[in-house]
């Protein structure tokens, strides 16, 4: 298995609402990676694991909260977002240390 | 910060050789080049990367000039399946952190 699976693929949510978005791979990677890409513009690294343990959180409002259960599993628990958080969210995942990312194909997030 | 410049876009013909450059002029010793691509509505993809010197794989190759200060990637026969958005991104080595920092990418277009 060469694959980060996401789900959900596309997911609507209102601003009161609580969500989550779930990755999973199975390629024994001890690194895993959310990122956040809006329109027409480059990916932008919200939180780093290394080991199931959180490495880097890139000032990330609080209402995004990463949690990785596992070494195969990665979640994104979403909470009072705003429209303006509306966007694909990437999860990527890799050997620690100087080496290729693989990524999936994302979650399409509108928050309304 | 991404600390590579590419060129916005690029064009190429189908079945032709596309060079696409990238300059990395303020890059480490330690630090590698890495190469993505990323085709409309999907994750990034990896492609290739390397440290001095030149790279290939089944993909594309990598040249690296023997300064650092910049690389090329290189497709031997374009194709339509190779339009995407090609990000060049240096992979920091500092302390325990090889998270990957996406600048703006070369959109290339491959016309039939």
């Known amino acids: 298995d060469t694959e980060v699976t996401q789900t959900p693929k596309h997911l609507v949510m209102g601003m009161t609402n609580k969500k989550s978005l779930k990755c999973e791979q199975h390629?024994?990677?001890?690194?895993m990676y959310w990122y956040k890409q809006k329109a027409k513009k480059p990916p932008e690294l919200m939180f780093v694991?290394?080991?199931?343990?959180?490495?880097i959180n890139e000032s990330v409002p609080s209402r995004f909260s990463p949690e990785c259960p596992n070494s195969s599993l990665l979640n994104l628990h979403l909470h009072a977002l705003q429209p303006e958080d509306s966007a694909l969210y990437l999860c990527?995942?890799?050997?620690?240390?100087?080496?290729?990312?693989?990524f999936g194909s994302g979650t399409r997030l509108t928050v309304v | 910060d991404a600390k590579t410049t590419q060129p916005n876009s690029m064009e190429s013909n189908e079945e032709e050789p596309v060079h696409l450059p990238c300059n990395h002029s303020?890059?480490?010793?330690?630090?590698?080049i890495h190469w993505y691509r990323q085709l409309p509505s999907q994750g990034p993809e990896y492609v290739i990367h390397?440290?001095?010197s030149n790279v290939n794989n089944r993909m594309a190759s990598l040249a690296i000039a023997e300064d650092r200060k910049s690389s090329t990637l290189i497709l031997h026969r374009a194709t339509l399946r190779d339009a995407a958005v090609y990000y060049c991104?240096?992979?920091?080595?500092?302390?325990?952190?090889?998270?990957?920092?996406f600048g703006k990418g070369t959109l290339l277009t491959v016309n039939p």
């Open positions: 303020t890059i480490s010793g330690t630090d590698y």
């Open positions: 694991y290394s080991y199931e343990k959180l490495s």
């Open positions: 390629m024994g990677h001890r690194a």
């Open positions: 990527a995942s890799s050997q620690v240390g100087l080496t290729g990312y693989t």
């Open positions: 390397g440290l001095t």
């Open positions: 991104i240096r992979q920091n080595s500092g302390g325990s952190n090889y998270k990957l920092t």
